[in-house]
């Protein structure tokens, strides 16, 4: 998977958090006016975004629209999934890992890997 840039994660971000119909270049500007963005840039982004799978562009509508091809949620399980396999040592990862998370999501994940133990996912 392609890191993304830091402007390519503002974007994305704004994308995660904008309604489902999706954003134009111009509305994502907008909702990146602190940066101080021209339009040209932030088309230049998604294109890029686009090209490596993040974005989807709605081709039907006058302007586009752009949207994210998955949610933030599979975007971070990709990543995690992509760091283990990289790990030489996944469980030794994983236990590690472990060892940080909070109580309350220690107990979370005890009920998710329970309920998968189970089959009832």
Same mark, same amino acid.
């Given at each position: 998977? !392609?890191?993304?840039? !830091?402007? !390519?994660?503002?974007?994305?971000?704004?994308?995660?958090? #904008?309604?489902?119909?999706?954003?134009?270049?111009?509305?994502?500007?907008?909702? @990146?006016?602190?940066?101080?963005? #021209?339009?040209?840039?932030?088309?230049?982004?998604?294109?890029?975004?686009?090209?490596?799978?993040?974005?989807?562009?709605?081709?039907?509508?006058?302007?586009?629209?752009?949207?994210?091809?998955?949610?933030?949620? !599979?975007?971070?399980?990709?990543? *995690?999934?992509?760091?283990?396999?990289? #790990?030489?040592?996944?469980? #030794?990862? *994983?236990?590690?890992?472990?060892?940080?998370?909070? *109580?309350?999501?220690?107990?979370?994940? $005890?009920?998710? @890997?329970?309920?998968?133990?189970?089959?009832? $996912?």
């Amino acid at each position: 998977m !392609e890191s993304l840039g !830091e402007l !390519e994660r503002d974007v994305m971000d704004a994308l995660w958090s #904008a309604a489902d119909g999706g954003l134009s270049a111009a509305g994502l500007r907008d909702v @990146l006016a602190d940066r101080g963005l #021209a339009l040209t840039t932030v088309h230049t982004v998604l294109t890029r975004l686009e090209k490596k799978g993040f974005v989807n562009r709605d081709r039907g509508t006058r302007p586009h629209l752009y949207s994210a091809a998955s949610s933030k949620e !599979e975007h971070v399980t990709d990543l *995690l999934s992509e760091v283990l396999d990289q #790990a030489g040592d996944r469980r #030794a990862v *994983l236990a590690r890992f472990l060892g940080t998370v909070s *109580l309350s999501d220690s107990a979370f994940l $005890r009920g998710v @890997l329970d309920s998968r133990l189970r089959g009832t $996912r």
